[in-house]
């Protein structure tokens, strides 16, 4: 049961962030929308087309590589995600704050719900999978860091979509979304066994 709560709190934090501060402000970030984005304009399709096969083939990658816990916690955050992102859209609502506000808050809501998320072996569905793989097999690479990485990756793909100045609001958003994350883990680590 608290597994599950914190998958739920997870994604609570995750779509609030995104659905009352980002997507209002185009903040964007380094995620499978953001790339299909990408890919979209580049191959003149539906972003849809992109976004359904890019989390098909994550949610694979899960399976095969972090396990049926994983893959199960994995599609409750996803149900999760879909369903709160869908409502809480769909009410429109977002705060009149300052940019430079709006993406740091962002990036601490999305930062520890990826927290919880990752600590309830979950995903959101993502290329945090990706970045769960690679520490899974050496437990060295860092998984806040290599999330920051990849994202960051993926928003430099879309500078010429998006422009540089949502490329440098995204990249600091992840920023801060990387720092938090790996704020919390390293906090709440617990301790190796000698």
Known sequence: MKRILMII????????????????????NGGVTSFSMVLGQVCRMDISVF???????????????LGREFFAGSVLSCVCYLSMFTFFHSLGLSPRLPLPLCIMLAGILVGAGYYLCICAKSTAISF??????LNKKNPKVNIAYTMGIIN???LLTGFMV????SV???????????????????????????
């Open 162 to 165: 998006f422009g540089l100045s």
């Open 168 to 194: 440098l609001c995204g990249i600091l958003f992840t920023a801060i979304q990387t720092f938090v994350l790996n704020t919390l883990q390293t906090i709440f680590a617990k301790p190796s066994e000698e």
């Open 128 to 133: 945090d999978i990706i970045a769960l793989i």
């Open 9 to 28: 709190l997870g994604n609570l934090l995750i779509t609030g962030a995104y659905a009352f501060i980002t997507v209002p402000n185009e903040i964007i």
């Open 152 to 154: 960051t990756a993926v």
């Open 51 to 65: 976004v359904n096969l890019l989390t098909l083939f994550l949610l694979l990658l899960c399976l095969v590589f």
